[in-house]
Nanobody, 118 residues
C-alpha cells in the first residue's frame, strides 16, 4: 500500500529550479511534521527541510535561502521549491511524514532523483 507519492524530480542545469511534491494518502491521520531528506551517492541521508502542522520550518544550512518548504494540510501534501540548484544538490530526495494518531508513526516516500548538471 503506497502511502506517500512523490513527484517532481528530474535533470536540471546548474542554477535551475525544480519543485518536488509529496502527497500522503488519506489513510495517514493527524500528520504533524512533513519534511524532505536527501541522500547523495556514497553519503548518509540528511535532512533538507521540514515543516510542522503550524507552519514552522527549519532548513539545512546548505539550502537556506535557496529552498522553500510548504504544505497544504487540506491535501496532506508537502512541497519543496528548489531554486539556484547546484551540482552538490544532486541526490535522491525522500519525503518523510510523522503522524501522531492512532499512534506515533513515521512514513517514507520511495524517493525521487534530482540531478543537477554543471
Amino acid at each position: 500500500q503506497v502511502q506517500l507519492v512523490e513527484s517532481g524530480g528530474g535533470l536540471v542545469q546548474d542554477g535551475g529550479s525544480l519543485r518536488l511534491s509529496c502527497a500522503a494518502s488519506d489513510t495517514i491521520f493527524s500528520i504533524s511534521i512533513m519534511g524532505w531528506y536527501r541522500q547523495a551517492l556514497g553519503k548518509q541521508r540528511e535532512l533538507v527541510a521540514r515543516i510542522t502542522a503550524g507552519g514552522s520550518t527549519n532548513y539545512a544550512d546548505a539550502v537556506k535561502g535557496r529552498f522553500t518548504i510548504s504544505r497544504d494540510n487540506a491535501k496532506n501534501t508537502v512541497y519543496l521549491q528548489m531554486n539556484s540548484l547546484k551540482p552538490e544538490d544532486t541526490a535522491v530526495y525522500y519525503c518523510h511524514v510523522v503522524a501522531t494518531r492512532p499512534r506515533l508513526a513515521d512514513y517514507w516516500g520511495q524517493g525521487t532523483q534530482v540531478t543537477v548538471s554543471s
